[in-house]
């Protein structure tokens, strides 16, 4: 893959107006980047939609680290079941990409990284919420997919560019 630190810098702003355009976290994260293997932006939207809120809206696993995971598959899953070592090797990039997050906003978990506790975390619902000037100042949503997607920028800058 040839690709400059220009291009992936665009591919990180790109996630984030993705973000406040109005898509959900994952889907913002692997648009961003899922043309750089084949798989066209309308795609990359629907295979990344149930992801947002934390999958389903669930506050589990945040969307945006989902994407990381869904472009790691993308970038060196394997593609034979049989394929051990090949398996391994995509779970060891996902482990360090994921640590990152963390490392960088405390939490892979939706509800952890929004401050909600059990009673709140418990009744979500599946109505997603209106995005307004309030929801935006509200949520460290963009922050966060602007982290996920240089995240995965850096991975493909140490693995592709000079």
Same mark, same amino acid.
């Given at each position: 893959?040839?690709?400059?630190?220009?291009?992936?810098?665009?591919?990180?702003?790109?996630?984030?107006?993705?973000?406040?355009?109005?898509?959900?976290?994952?889907?913002?994260?692997?648009a961003a980047f899922a043309d750089l293997?084949?798989?066209?932006?309308?795609?990359a939207l629907r295979f990344g939609a149930?992801?947002?809120?934390?999958?389903?809206?669930? %506050?589990?696993?945040?969307? /945006?680290?989902?994407?990381? $995971?869904?472009?790691?598959?993308?970038?060196?899953? =394997?593609?034979? @079941? #049989?394929? %051990?070592?090949?398996?391994? /090797?995509?779970?060891?990039? $996902?482990?360090?990409?994921?640590?990152?997050?963390? =490392?960088?906003? @405390? #939490?892979?978990?939706?509800?952890?990284?929004?401050?909600?506790?059990?009673?709140?975390?418990?009744?979500?619902?599946?109505?997603?919420?209106p995005r307004t000037a309030e929801y935006?100042?509200?949520?460290?949503?963009?922050?966060?997919?602007?982290?996920?997607?240089?995240?995965?920028?850096?991975?493909?800058?140490?693995?592709?560019?000079?």
């Amino acid at each position: 893959m040839k690709i400059t630190n220009q291009e992936l810098d665009k591919r990180v702003e790109r996630a984030v107006d993705n973000f406040m355009a109005g898509y959900g976290c994952c889907q913002s994260v692997v648009a961003a980047f899922a043309d750089l293997y084949g798989v066209d932006e309308k795609t990359a939207l629907r295979f990344g939609a149930g992801f947002g809120g934390g999958v389903g809206r669930l %506050r589990m696993m945040c969307g /945006a680290v989902s994407g990381i $995971v869904m472009l790691v598959g993308l970038d060196c899953g =394997q593609t034979e @079941g #049989s394929d %051990r070592e090949g398996k391994s /090797a995509c779970y060891k990039v $996902v482990q360090e990409l994921l640590a990152r997050s963390e =490392q960088q906003n @405390g #939490s892979l978990i939706c509800a952890e990284i929004l401050g909600l506790k059990g009673h709140d975390r418990a009744h979500c619902t599946y109505e997603a919420s209106p995005r307004t000037a309030e929801y935006y100042k509200t949520r460290p949503c963009a922050a966060k997919v602007e982290s996920a997607a240089r995240i995965f920028a850096d991975y493909l800058k140490e693995k592709y560019c000079d």
